[in-house]
């Protein structure tokens, strides 16, 4: 074989790559977990505002768990890492306060497909209604970019609403990207939707009264399930939670910038998981991830929830926009002082349990107004 120099080449690889970087795109990753990360974008110095110090408490024990910034990784290495459920959990171990999951919600494992990842955990209260009454369901979708986490990690708020409102949990699991890539993740939360339907009466729910939740990624998937429901004919949920969605593939939008630097979750985050579930840049406009480009006419009552300190904060804000032009009835409120992951850390972050109070308030109405015939 001849010998050839590398040089020239390896000189062509990296001016390319620091051009696709100052143009912010890049060729997506293969399927690979071991994929490694792209390019990093450009550093900025802009600081985010200061959280509050009960979210800073969590940012700080997080912090002295020791992980590695999520977008100079690997999906495999980024999946080892602590999470900030661990610092939340941290921070409540540093309180004096017990850590582990609240006993009066059960839950069981049940797969809606053949895949490993397609499974739902269902979480129901130990107390259900006297008299055998169906329950409310709510079909939940974690985070993590649909790269990283789980049910496991997303285990807070999908207890605490199914305790809070006498309602049975179906959170859903779903494949990952870089194996899976867009729109795997979508198909399983529409198949995982339909599935509940078909089957929530054999757990004790009520398919007639039932609501989507979601947070991050999975704020994205409830709101594009609601849309796959109308689309499709399906009973459709009697509410939406979206909290702090990705909802807007804009890299200039204001959160992109003041919280460019945040954490948990920083934008340099945002195009390392754009870059391992996308097929390519074209996939970021596809209406089910750019939901603000989306039908979003006729859709059920919608409540979003965002973070200040969070590069998501923009794509809440301009959904509830977009939601509003089309006719839909939606409240959207911006938390002051936390960050992005917030919402499940109600035991040790004021704001998180006002939010979870509006999230579980608007459910509960939306659950008691009368079924409404077909």
Not at 42 to 63: I, N, R
Not at 207 to 230: C, D, F, H, Q
Not at 286 to 313: C, E, M, V, Y
């Amino acid at each position: 074989m001849l010998a050839i120099s590398k040089k020239p080449l390896f000189r062509g690889i990296a001016v390319a790559a620091l051009l696709a970087v100052s143009a912010g795109v890049f060729a997506q990753s293969p399927r690979s977990v071991s994929a490694p990360p792209p390019p990093l974008p450009p550093a900025t110095s802009t600081q985010p505002p200061k959280a509050a110090p009960d979210m800073q408490m969590v940012l700080d024990a997080l912090a002295g768990l020791g992980g590695k910034p999520i977008e100079t990784l690997t999906p495999a290495e980024a999946r080892m890492q602590p999470s900030a459920a661990d610092g939340a959990k941290a921070a409540m171990a540093k309180k004096g306060m017990s850590t582990t999951p609240d006993a009066s919600v059960t839950t069981q494992d049940v797969p809606y497909g053949s895949d490993p990842k397609q499974f739902a955990r269902i979480y129901k209260p130990a107390n259900a209604p006297a008299g055998g009454k169906p329950m409310p369901v709510v079909v939940y979708y974690h985070g993590g970019g649909w790269v990283i986490a789980d049910v496991a990690t997303y285990d807070a708020a999908p207890r605490a609403m199914s305790k809070a409102l006498s309602a049975i949990v179906v959170s859903v699991e779903y494949r990952h990207a870089p194996e899976f890539k867009f729109p795997a993740q979508h198909d399983d939360a529409a198949a995982a939707y339909r599935w509940t339907l078909a089957n929530a009466a054999s757990w004790g729910g009520d398919p007639m009264k039932i609501a989507v939740v979601g947070e991050s990624a999975g704020g994205n998937l409830a709101v594009a399930t609601a849309i796959y429901a109308r689309d499709n004919g399906l009973t459709a949920p009697r509410h939406i939670v979206s909290v702090y969605p990705i909802a807007n593939s804009s890299m200039t939008l204001p959160s992109r910038m003041d919280s460019a630097n945040a954490k948990p979750l920083n934008a340099a985050m945002l195009k390392w998981f754009g870059y391992y579930y996308q097929n390519s840049a074209a996939d970021a406009q596809d209406p089910r991830l750019n939901l603000i480009s989306a039908n979003l006419r006729g859709l059920p009552p919608t409540t979003i929830i965002n973070a200040q300190i969070d590069p998501l904060r923009s794509d809440g804000e301009t959904l509830a926009a977009a939601m509003r032009k089309a006719g839909d009835k939606v409240e959207q409120k911006t938390f002051p002082g936390v960050t992005h992951e917030f919402f499940g850390m109600a035991k040790v972050v004021r704001g998180a349990q006002e939010a979870n109070d509006l999230a579980v308030a608007r459910l509960k109405a939306a659950f008691a107004a009368p079924t409404a015939r077909r």
